[in-house]
């Protein structure tokens, strides 16, 4: 490849010098005729170089109709038209004519060259001379110069080149007045001097040996040296000799190559510059002819397609592209030839057969003007295309079950609205929320919830048409659209099947785990003609399944809306309420075992309703989460509990320990929980010690990291920590010690059938056991019967709460329960 390429750069270079030479350079073969003619000629002769090639020399410069001496026509016959030149290498003056018939003076050199296998002859032809300067010139032979004494020196003063003689000592006997313009010496300071003076000492010896070897051997050289000019200044210089034995002198031509051989070393340099940007770039990078061939090619082009260097070599380009991107390649390819650089991205295959994405820019060679060619850049872009086609897909497709999503749904939904109207069919859009969902995904891990919703996903696929589509649309809701629907059974029939698929249990960690799910249908065109009203009626009947107890379908109906608004009434008067103070904070004790004292109490929230009384938690606490308003709420509970712990101590009561409860939200990993438990202390006055903060097991398994952080913030700043409702949660005990947490509450469901069940017996007792081991203290939660109690003594259990002891109620009652019954035995203490 690299061969290819020099030789194209050589002809390049070849070709430049030619065309810009100051001389007419004409390369003419052994008969003569004309290969290669330069604008120089044609400003000397008249005649351009398409009238010029393959024709005679001889017919150009001395047209037959043209007059001439029978001497001068003899000796330009002879000069120009013989197979065996016997004037090679000198400088001959002749007489000639342009194309117009004018009579020119030149100076031409003929030099052999030897290309391609064959001898031909570049004439190197100077200005013309001006007619008066050799008026009286005689020369004695078109091979040399004249070496007697009666040489015109006027005529040699005229030429640009230093006209020299060098007898046998290597001193000048004869200089021309060019050499004050190129050496900076008037001839009369060179004359009687050693020429090796003025030579520069590195080029001496191999221009001693070529004199040497020209006077032994003849007839003459040509040498490039270094002369040593009067200023000190190097300039390069092109050497021409002969030796005349007759004379025993060197007859020398010297001219300045100091620009050429500049500009050649200049080109040298931008050719090496290009080669390394070529080799070395990071983009296959590469050429091809006309015809479509490949004429070189970089390493990197290699390595992309897996094709070494000689195979390479001439190769076309169609096996390196996909069918699917040859007539692009040819469009892009054609528009190079005509002159236009573009770009364009194709699909590449490798010799191995494997594809990869590519992105070309194409441009044209042009040398002279003319395009000979294309290069091209070759970019492997597969990396950056498959992370197009990956975001593509994203935009679309849900990320982890590979299905629609809420973009393409739309779609999805409109294009089967578009072929109901066509058809007069109807369309099914099918709401399905998982229920239980949240149990699983907070105890065993988000990528445990992840493998279970992936399940799901495959499951809801099995029960549907290939023209219908499942999508997914965020967390546990999937979308079923079910096109060309003949009548509600269809629906139901799908939406029973549904229901079942969900059910059936699924192995995680050991273990199987069940879950349901809650759906809501609607039909086009009964409950809406677009594709956001179904899904909205839709999802309105998903909610009125799962407030039946999940497990169930509803259809639509216009009086859900009515619902809807109940709920986002009760939405705003929660809001109100927060603003109103129409919550309170009621406290149930928790009761040492031994002693029967009250040693801590928990707060419950309870909303005084206007209308419906007082309302418990479990009614408007999942409401408070669902809109945002549990993190305003919590903290509005925390800090009420506080100061009233503060109050109590103010009036003298002994301390007590307030559990506040929290929900997941709060310790999400941007909520401010720690900020909101150093602000209630520091505004109360309350000690830290004397709060506790309740947190149910599944919150710990949500953000391990984050809340395992905000837990340790929080105990280190003095309040303890206790698990509610342990038991009814995944965790394993063991994951107790990583978790800064002080006491245990069981939870009531354990504790309710602790007589009679020995199983709950056994997970109590191993529970408080497990507990100790670990330095933690119990609470029992829900004791409601004596039996229950005395269990809890004999298993060493350390405090408990329950009806049986006392209700939760408001703070003036249980200062009257702090006052009356703190240091009473029996039970119970209301």
């Given amino acids: 490849m690299k061969l290819l390429e020099m030789n194209e750069k050589r002809e390049e270079l070849f070709n430049a010098i030619i065309r810009n030479a100051m001389d007419a350079l004409i390369v003419i073969d052994a008969h003569g005729v004309v290969h290669a003619w330069n604008p120089k000629a044609t400003r000397i002769f008249g005649w351009h170089q398409e009238e010029a090639l393959g024709k005679p020399l001889y017919a150009l410069i001395a047209p037959d109709n043209m007059r001439m001496s029978a001497a001068d ?65 005689q020369e004695k032979s078109w091979t040399e110069l004249p070496a007697d004494s009666s040489r015109d020196q006027r005529m040699i003063d005229h030429l640009p080149d230093v006209i020299c003689t060098i007898d046998t000592g290597g001193q000048f006997t004869l200089v021309s007045a060019a050499s004050e313009r190129i050496w900076g010496y008037r001839p009369e300071e060179l004359l009687h001097r050693r020429y090796l003076e003025f ?137 190079a030839v005509k002159g236009s650089a573009s770009s364009l991205d194709v699909i590449g295959i490798r010799k191995d057969g494997s594809s990869f ?73 099918l709401f399905l929320d998982l229920n239980r969902f949240k149990i699983v995904n907070d105890s065993l891990g988000h990528d445990k919830g992840d493998i279970l919703l992936r399940i799901m996903a495959d499951r809801l696929k099995q029960c549907v048409r290939e023209v219908d589509t499942v999508a997914r649309i965020g967390g546990d809701e999937f979308v079923i659209v079910l096109e060309d629907v003949r009548s509600p059974e269809d629906v139901i029939g799908i939406a029973r099947n549904l229901l ?21 249908c609607s039909l086009f065109p009964k409950d809406g003609t677009d594709a956001a009203t179904l899904l909205r009626n839709a999802d309105l009947a998903m909610y009125e399944a799962k407030a039946s107890g999940g497990g ?83 903290e509005w509970v925390l800090h009420t509990a506080c100061k009233q712990n503060r109050r109590w101590q103010e009036a003298g009561l002994p301390g007590l320990k307030v559990s506040v409860n929290l929900s997941p939200y709060q310790l999400a990993p941007d909520s401010t929980i720690t900020h909101a438990v150093r602000k209630s202390l520091m505004q109360s006055g309350l000690d830290a010690r004397w709060l506790e903060l309740e947190i ?39 994951y107790l010690r990583r978790l800064p947490v002080d006491t245990l509450k069981i939870d009531q469901s354990f504790i309710r059938d602790i007589s009679g069940s020995r199983d709950d017996a056994a997970i109590v007792s191993a529970t408080i056991a497990l507990a100790h081991t670990m330095q933690l203290k119990v609470v029992a939660e829900g004791v409601t019967t004596e039996e229950q109690i005395r269990f809890l003594e004999e298993h060493d ?22 006052n009356r019954n703190r240091s009473m035995s029996g039970r119970p203490l209301s």
């Fill in 73 to 137: 026509e003899d000796n330009a016959q002879q000069y120009w038209r013989t197979a065996d030149l016997l004037v090679l290498n000198e400088r001959t003056l002749m007489s000639v004519r342009d194309k117009a018939g004018r009579p020119l003076r030149i100076e031409a050199t003929v030099t052999p060259l030897a290309l391609e296998g064959r001898v031909l002859y570049c004439a190197s032809i100077r200005n013309p001379v001006s007619a008066n300067v050799h008026e009286n010139t």
């Fill in 199 to 335: 030579t520069h000492p590195d080029d001496r010896s191999k221009h001693s040996a070529a004199l040497r070897k020209v006077r032994q051997t003849g007839p003459g050289y040509s040498i490039d040296s270094r002369f040593i000019r009067k200023d000190g200044s190097i300039v390069h210089i092109a050497w021409s000799a002969n030796w005349s034995r007759a004379e025993q002198h060197f007859y020398c031509v010297a001219r300045d190559n100091t620009e050429i051989r500049n500009a050649a070393l200049t080109l040298i340099e931008h050719e090496q510059r290009f080669e390394s940007l070529f080799e070395h770039h990071p983009d296959g990078v590469f050429a091809f002819d006309l015809n479509g061939h490949l004429l070189s090619a970089n390493k990197a082009f290699s390595q992309l397609t897996g094709y070494s260097g000689s195979e390479l070599a001439a190769m076309p380009f169609r096996p390196m592209v996909a069918p699917e991107s040859v007539d692009l390649i040819e469009q892009h390819f054609a528009a």
């Fill in 357 to 429: 994405d590519a992105h070309l820019t194409v441009v044209p060679i042009i040398v002279n003007d003319r395009v000979v060619g294309v290069h091209g850049i070759a970019r492997d872009v597969t990396h950056s295309k498959d992370y197009e086609r990956r975001i593509e897909h994203l935009a679309t497709y849900d990320a982890l079950t590979g299905l629609p999503n809420r973009n393409l749904l739309d779609d999805r939904i409109r294009h089967a609205i578009v072929q109901a109207e066509r058809q007069g069919g109807r369309v099914g859009v």
């Fill in 500 to 520: 079942a698929v969900i059910e059936n249990p699924v192995a995680l960690e050991g273990h199987d785990f069940t879950v349901s799910s809650s759906i809501g």
């Fill in 552 to 634: 169930s379908f509803r259809f639509y109906k216009a009086d859900m809306n009515e619902r809807v608004k109940a709920r986002l009434m009760h939405e705003r008067q929660l809001r109100l309420a927060l603003e109103r103070g129409e919550l309170v904070v009621y406290y149930q004790p928790r009761v040492d075992i031994n002693s029967n004292e009250i040693v801590g109490a928990e707060a419950l929230v309870r909303w005084h309703h206007p209308e419906r009384g007082l309302v418990p938690p479990n009614e408007f606490i999942p409401l408070a989460e669902e809109v945002g308003l549990i993190n305003e709420l919590g």
């Fill in 696 to 734: 149910t097991e599944s919150s710990l398994m949500q953000n391990v990291e984050s809340t395992l952080s905000k837990l340790a913030e929080i105990r280190d700043a003095g309040v303890s920590i206790s698990i509610d409702d342990f038991g009814t949660g995944y965790s394993s005990l063991s």
């Fill in 797 to 818: 259990c350390d405090e408990m709460q329950g009806f049986l002891l006392s209700p939760a109620v408001p703070p003036e009652e249980l200062s009257t329960l702090l």
